[in-house]
């Protein structure tokens, strides 16, 4: 019994020392997108501001590429990458809708 | 003409700087997920081998009350920080689900 207790209590520590790790990653992952959708903004008003189209397929299309391999080199799944990356997009684009409104702006 | 043909030109440039940027904090992203699995890849072996259940609700919670207030400093959306979240929890669940049918453990 002491022995399952004490198995236990090092797992249950070793659990705590993976979850510090992973908040610790969190707070980049936070603080990261927040900085990404800065930019985005900015690219958001220069778009307005020049009359750009907010769609730019070719764009997308090596954002994709470059995010794929990236991955791979990385040891994430590539198509998870893909699907984060249409994640982020759909947000970047909700912002942009809202700066359009808010500018009176053409897309 | 040539006015407006400068004013593109520079709009242009600004637009490839932000996307630099953009794809900087994209390569970030990539190795700060694939690191993030990787311990979360542990801790789901770890439950495996304790017969610990995969979910923990009390862990959930406070990661997303975390996350939020990091996002609020961070001037991100505390609504997108937590959607966020429960989109790569989604992944981190097919990843356990994966670990416990390969090692044939019960959940």
Redesign the interface.
Known sequence: MSAVMH??SE?SA??QR??D???N?????????????K??Q??GE??A??S?PPADPI?EAT?IK??RS??ET???DPD??EK??A?IVK?VIRHHEAISTAGGLKN
């Open positions: 198995h236990t797992a070793e659990l993976l979850r790790s992973i908040d990653l969190d707070a980049v992952l936070v603080h990261t997108l927040a900085e990404r959708f930019y985005t900015k690219v220069l778009k501001q020049h750009l764009r954002q470059r995010l990236l991955a990385a040891k994430l998870f990458a984060f990356l994640f947000e």
